[in-house]
């Protein structure tokens, strides 16, 4: 069994899919409010737990012989924030320790490094440095920016008109598509390849911000006005919101951080080492754009939200009758 912590994110999912698609019995980590549901056409199971709850890693454990955390917090909360996650990554690291866990892996990110001590950064350095302590045999991924963060920017203009492309505009970046990065994690678990190693990953085309901002324009068949904002604009913007509103202040931080500066990495040569063939760019975000995540449409929605009990608590309390919910999956027969 392989634990999977962040499952219902972005990569989380993919790696889900990746394990199953080996054959793997795969246990998700999902906090009560999350939209786990998405993941059922998986057939991953589900164990509600939460990084800050170090009982609930501790018994999510059972049986592991793996574990995986994709997990993080993108805007902070006041109480879900870069703090917590690395202190969630240090009881999960313990409790594997605890549990015989045979191999753990993190997925931290390319800025690292060069992040100093903005807290989305020095969090995750701090989660590797607890992770390598435990003792357990780990793998310590560093993907630089996922593609469809370029597809993100542009949903930002379509919806408002306009979107702020952070950092420098000629800082070279190779992003990466998000199901490589999976590939890749599912590849060196099954092989045990890449044990006790920190390695960084990265798509296989190197263009200026400038350039991926186009080519998914171009993808999509928009023309969006957009205005850059510097690394000097992004520290004055962080400077300016401390003292008010901290989390976004971190965040433009680590935008700072993400797109100031050249991420030029040997993504192939990584990706080849695990068998792993990348997705061109152009194809990355075309992807990102047109594969909207199903809960961003009501029809699939409707079609998705199989829990009855989910949806009479949740959506409609009160107000559905259970009968007239739709069916949810069938239960396990083992
Ligand atoms: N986006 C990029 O360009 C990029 C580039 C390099 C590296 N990375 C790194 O790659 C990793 C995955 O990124 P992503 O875009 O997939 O992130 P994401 O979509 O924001 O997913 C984050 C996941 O963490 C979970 N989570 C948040 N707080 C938790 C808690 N207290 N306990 C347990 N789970 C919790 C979320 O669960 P809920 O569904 O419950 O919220 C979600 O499943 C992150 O470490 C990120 O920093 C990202």
């Not at 007239?324 to 999956?329: A, V, W």
């Amino acid at each position: 069994m392989i634990l999977v912590v962040g499952g219902t994110g972005r990569l989380g999912n993919q790696v889900v899919r990746a394990l199953r698609d080996q054959g793997k019995d795969v246990r998700a980590l999902v906090r009560k409010g999350s939209e786990y549901f998405w993941l059922n056409d998986t057939g991953t199971n589900y164990f509600f737990g939460d990084l800050r709850d170090p009982q609930s890693l501790h018994r999510a454990l059972r049986d592991c012989e793996s574990v995986i955390s994709s997990a993080a917090v993108r805007v902070e909360q006041t109480d879900n924030n870069h703090k917590t996650m690395a202190q969630g990554h240090e009881s999960l690291w313990e409790a594997a320790k605890a549990r015989g866990v045979k191999r753990a892996v993190f997925v931290s990110c390319a800025g690292v490094p060069v992040g100093g001590e903005v807290p989305a950064f020095s969090s995750k350095r701090a989660s590797e440095e607890a992770l390598v302590s435990s003792g357990i045999p780990y793998t310590i991924f560093r993907p630089g920016l996922f593609a469809p963060n370029f597809a993100d920017l542009l949903r930002r203009a379509d919806f408002n008109g306009s979107v702020f492309l952070p950092g420098r505009l000629d800082a070279k970046v190779s992003p990466i598509h998000p199901r490589d990065v999976a590939d890749i994690i599912a590849a060196a678990l099954e092989s045990g390849d890449g044990a006790n190693e920190t390695i960084e990953l990265a798509g296989p085309d190197t263009l200026t911000v400038d350039a991926a901002w186009k080519v998914a324009c171009e993808e999509a068949g928009l023309q969006p006005a957009f205005w850059n904002m510097s690394p000097a604009g992004l520290k004055m913007a962080a400077a300016a919101l401390r003292p008010i509103v901290r989390r976004w202040a971190n965040h433009f931080q680590a935008l700072g951080v993400n797109f100031g500066q050249d991420q030029v990495i040997d993504g192939v040569g990584v990706a080849g080492r695990f068998g792993v063939t990348l997705t061109p760019y152009r194809q990355a975000v075309k992807a990102a754009w047109l594969d909207r995540h199903p809960g961003e449409d009501p029809v699939a929605r409707e079609e998705k939200v199989v829990h009855r009990q989910f949806v009479a608590t949740i959506y409609e309390p009160g107000t559905i009758r259970y009968e007239d919910l739709p069916e949810g999956p069938p239960p396990r027969q083992d």
